[in-house]
C-alpha cells in the first residue's frame, strides 16, 4: 500500500504502477488455493489439531529470512478483492484487539515481564503483543511451559541477527537487538479470542512465574 500526502505525485506512482506486470490467472489461481488453504487451517479446531503442531516441528528448519529473488508486480486480484472487502471491518477489529492487549497488560502488569506501552500522543494497533523476559533461560522455559498448556507462543526475530550477518553483512554493532531477540516472545492477543480464552493465557504465565523463580 502507498500512502501519499501529496497529491501532485497520485498520477506519477500511478503511472509507475501501471507499468508493473500483472500475475498470470494459473498463478493467481495457484494463490488463490494456498491462500484458502492457509486461512481454513488457521481456524478452530484445525490450527490446535495440524496448523500448530506442523509448525512447532518445521520452525527451527525454515529459514524465513533468507534473500530471495524479489520482482515487484501489481497486487494480484484475489488479494484485492479480500482487502476492500476486510478493509470495512478494519478498525473494529482493530479497537477489539487494542482491547483485548490493554487487558493483558493491566493483568499482567505485577509480573516480572516487560510489557508493551504507548508513549503520549501514540495510539498502538497491537499488531503483534511482545513481552520481554529478564534472561534467555527464562524465556525459553516460559515459551516451552506456555506451549505445552496450550498457549501458542513464538520467538519472533529470534535469528535476526545471526541471518542478519549470514546475509546482509551486519557486523554485530546492535547490543540491544542482540539482547531483545534472546529474551522476547509473543503472545496471542486476537480480536477474535473470548475473555475465557484471555484468562487462560493470563493463568498459565502467572502460574509459571510461581513454579520458577529464576534470578530471585
Known sequence: M????????????????????NYSTLNEIKHSLKVYARSFFYHKP?????????????EDKVDLMNKRG?????????????????????????????????????????TPL?????????????YLFPIVFRNKEERDL??????????????????T??????????????ANTEKLVNTILIIPNYYKFRPTELQKIIKNIKRFYSLNRLGD
Do not use: H
Open 2 to 21: 502507498i500512502i501519499l500526502n501529496n497529491n501532485n505525485l497520485v498520477d506519477t506512482v500511478q503511472r509507475e504502477i501501471g507499468i508493473l506486470d
Open 46 to 58: 484445525w490450527f490446535g489439531l495440524f496448523a500448530l503442531p506442523i509448525g512447532l516441528a518445521i
Open 70 to 110: 524479489f520482482m515487484p508486480s501489481k497486487i494480484r486480484k484475489s488479494d484485492l478483492g479480500v482487502m476492500l472487502k476486510k478493509i470495512s471491518s478494519f478498525k473494529r477489529k482493530v479497537e477489539i484487539q487494542r482491547k483485548n492487549s490493554i487487558f493483558l497488560i493491566e493483568e499482567l502488569k505485577d
Open 114 to 126: 516487560i510489557l508493551p506501552y504507548e508513549n503520549k500522543d501514540t495510539y498502538c494497533n497491537y
Open 142 to 159: 516460559a515459551c516451552d511451559f506456555l506451549r505445552k498448556k496450550g498457549v501458542d507462543t513464538a520467538k519472533l526475530y529470534c535469528e
Open 161 to 174: 541477527p545471526l541471518k542478519a550477518k549470514q546475509y546482509y553483512g551486519y557486523t554485530g554493532n546492535c
